[in-house]
């Protein structure tokens, strides 16, 4: 079995369709776009030089570990927190998957 990995990837709303044609863009083959709400305060605001926006959409693609990279720092160049899209991203282990061809 692959190794696999999951991105979540973290978006202002409005912006989840972008941030999936850029992960397609390097790799990805799909995702769910899940409806989310922030909540940081005006200090994370400041420290972080953002303006955040509550409500979110986030991202999320199962994949084989080997284009983890690629996607990841692509949804970064493109779609990170210097533009509108204001995106954070990030990975996690996934120890098995069912059901997803590309991922067996």
Do not use: W
């Amino acid at each position: 079995m692959k190794k696999t990995s999951v991105i979540f990837c973290i978006v202002n709303n409005g912006f989840s369709e972008a941030a999936m044609d850029c992960a397609k863009k390097y790799g990805a083959t799909g995702g769910t776009v899940f409806h989310a709400r922030g909540t940081a305060s005006k200090e994370a605001e400041k420290h972080f030089n953002i303006t955040i926006e509550p409500d979110k959409e986030i991202l999320m693609i199962i994949l084989d570990e080997a284009k983890k990279n690629d996607v990841l720092y692509g949804l970064y160049d493109e779609m990170g927190t210097g533009s509108s899209a204001q995106g954070v991203a990030f990975t996690l282990p996934v120890e098995d998957v069912i059901g997803i061809e590309s991922c067996k």
